[in-house]
């Protein structure tokens, strides 16, 4: 990641790590636990990979817009990251680089640990400032629901043996 490294929430799991990778690595499923994410448009069919650009149609603190994001690293069950490439809410005028990993550490068979690392550089005083009395602590909130979504989705994967992800599938 380019940005400075801004962020880290992590949360702790009750599901193995493949399940909790299969939900990642579905951007179709996006809508199902990340509470901001109204609908995702993915260039590519099936899992990610390196390159896949998705487009978030998301509600952000009262307001709706879009979100390019394009994956930048993907290590098979473990880490997936993003880079912003544009949106529409005005985060790319306020900062730089912004991007994001999600790393899945095993706790135990049942277990995940997901930790989530946010990056980013303020482009000017005014938004430096901004981070730090403001957005932090609103990206905090955001990153935190995040991964309770995560969790709360394949925990119920894992409950009842469903399948994790639907490869393929994409929602408009």
């Known amino acids: 990641m380019n940005g400075k490294h801004q962020l880290q929430r992590s949360l702790e799991i009750d599901a193995p790590r493949e399940v909790v990778w299969a939900i990642l690595a579905d951007s179709a499923s996006l809508p199902d636990w990340a509470p901001a994410v109204e609908a995702v448009a993915s260039q590519v069919t099936g899992p990610e990979e390196i390159g896949s650009v998705r487009e978030c149609r998301v509600e952000f603190a009262g307001r709706n817009g879009t979100i390019l994001e394009r994956c930048v690293d993907l290590a098979s069950t473990s880490r997936i990251a993003y880079v912003v490439e544009d949106d529409s809410l005005g985060f790319n005028k306020m900062f730089a680089d912004y991007g994001f990993t999600?790393?899945?550490?095993?706790?135990?068979?049942?277990?995940?640990?997901?930790?989530?690392?946010?990056?980013?550089?303020?482009?000017?005083?005014?938004?430096?400032?901004?981070?730090?009395?403001?957005?932090?602590?609103?990206?905090?909130?955001?990153?935190?629901?995040?991964?309770?979504?995560?969790?709360?989705?394949?925990?119920?994967?894992?409950?009842?043996?469903?399948a994790p992800a639907k490869e393929g599938s994409q929602v408009a």
């Open 102 to 162: 999600l790393t899945l550490d095993a706790g135990g068979p049942q277990s995940t640990t997901d930790v989530m690392d946010t990056y980013y550089t303020p482009r000017n005083v005014l938004t430096a400032a901004m981070n730090l009395f403001v957005m932090r602590r609103k990206l905090r909130r955001t990153v935190d629901a995040l991964l309770r979504g995560l969790g709360r989705l394949a925990g119920e994967h894992a409950r009842s043996g469903a």
